[in-house]
């Protein structure tokens, strides 16, 4: 079945620690995003990729980093500039850029600072 | 800019009643819009879309919503709640405006429904 996978479900982080969140897709799909998701502020983007090799900054880009090596794959770092990393971790894809197109959401990964 | 409001973070119904979730949006051109439901510590899954070919949109799980432009709503309707339908429901537009021409979604803040017996 075609989808989404993110890895790892649950992820502890120290403080001072980069961590890296996975995301794949065999959707085909060319777009990509990531979200990050706090209890009551619904969804902010963090970053997307419209195609591979190319990433653009989304809302709330400060503290993380992603690369766009391979059209399925689409990680997420999230580097010790980020203050407040405890959060649900959504990836996303589509399989266009027009406004029409839904994003089809991955299970998230729950990160948490200790 | 374009922007969501769901009115209520909290909606409580009873099994068989009327689920009625409001989402009023703010848009500068034509919107494209989207309810999606989320299941605890899951993903958010499509329910349904509107994208101007018929204002009444059915969806999945017996959702519909009724996109009324006069009004800038775009609320969602099940005539009999069920059980399983209890989850956190988000509303998005999606703003063309995103630069890059790419699809960007902008997100309510979302409503939790509970459906007690």
């Known amino acids: 079945d075609g989808g989404i996978t993110q890895s790892p479900k649950y992820l502890f982080r120290k403080e001072g620690q980069n961590v890296t969140l996975s995301c794949e897709q065999n959707?085909?799909?060319?777009?990509m995003y990531w979200y990050r998701q706090d209890p009551g502020q619904g969804l902010r983007l963090i970053y997307y990729s419209q195609i591979v090799n190319d990433f653009q900054k989304g809302d709330i880009a400060e503290g993380y980093s992603v690369s766009r090596e391979k059209k399925e794959s689409f990680p997420l770092t999230v580097t010790s500039a980020q203050k407040n990393p405890t959060a649900f971790y959504l990836c996303?894809?589509?399989?266009?850029?027009?406004?029409?197109?839904?994003?089809?959401f991955g299970p998230g990964t729950r990160l948490t600072v200790l | 800019a374009q922007s969501v409001t769901q009115l209520g973070s909290h909606v409580s119904v009873s099994e068989g009643a009327l689920v009625l979730l409001r989402c009023n949006y703010s848009s500068s051109v034509p919107p494209y819009l989207f309810w999606y439901v989320q299941y605890p510590n899951q993903g958010l899954q499509l329910l349904l879309k509107y994208t101007s070919a018929a204002t009444l949109v059915k969806g999945i799980n017996g959702f519909e919503a009724e996109f009324k432009k006069s009004e800038t709503s775009f609320h969602l309707t099940k005539p009999s709640a069920h059980m399983s339908d209890a989850a956190e429901y988000f509303c998005a537009v999606s703003d063309p405006a995103g630069g890059g021409g790419y699809n960007k979604l902008i997100f309510g803040a979302g409503t939790r429904l509970a459906v007690h017996p």
């Open positions: 996303a894809s589509s399989a266009g850029q027009g406004p029409y197109n839904e994003q089809f």
């Open positions: 959707l085909n799909h060319d777009a």
